[in-house]
């Protein structure tokens, strides 16, 4: 027997939220996939001078994406099944995936020097394996960086803008153009209140998860103890 009134909204909302949870960890983990495994950017795991961060950062996205997906499999499952064996796993993961999330935060905070010296790091790596050996992966990974920054080269000067990895300029936008440590720097200092609102948002719509999947399971718990 199901629950009815209100509990069968929550239900529903439950199964909705889950599933756009589930789609979003394929896709994040589609993503790290991607990284991982394309050959524009698979050597950048191999070799001696291969990227600390780099690496750890593509399995991270690998495990979240899993983690959500298998998040969003109980909470579809538990909503529909009205299980509150599932819709306790669910609870579980997602407490330990906030507790990740803050855990993360503060040390992203308190590390931010650290975190943008060692991206500053990996891009002049980067930069200068490329100039010593010119290979197609190295200069795809300086054209997504510099492109996505809107930068060019360690110093930003005419030398770099040449370089045929940079996005194009204007004649005049050559000497305004802006170096990728700069850019980095930048993204890590005024960029921060939009990446904390962002995952004060994720926290948000994890909370609401969590009440709403307890409200659901009290609530199924008590229509089986009244047939």
Known sequence: MGVDGCPKCIKYAMFILNLIFWIAGTGVMAVGLWLRF???TKILFEGENSSYIFYTGVYILIAVGVLMMVVGFFGCCGAIRESPCMLGLFFFFLLVIFAVEVAAG???FSNQTKVTEDVTNFYKETYNNYQQ????????????????????GPSGNIQDVLDETCPGKEVLDVL???SCPDAIDEV???????????????GVFMIFGMIFSMMLCCAIRKTREIV
Do not use: M, R, Y
Request: hydrophobic content about 40%; overall charge positive.
């Open 176 to 178: 305004i153009t802006k």
């Open 133 to 152: 050996t010119k290979q197609p992966a190295l200069k795809e990974t300086l054209s997504l960086i510099q492109h996505g920054l809107n930068c060019c």
């Open 106 to 108: 503060i040390w992203a």
């Open 38 to 40: 394309d050959p524009k």
């Open 188 to 202: 890590f200092n005024s960029k921060l209140h939009i990446i904390g609102s962002v995952g004060i948002s994720i």
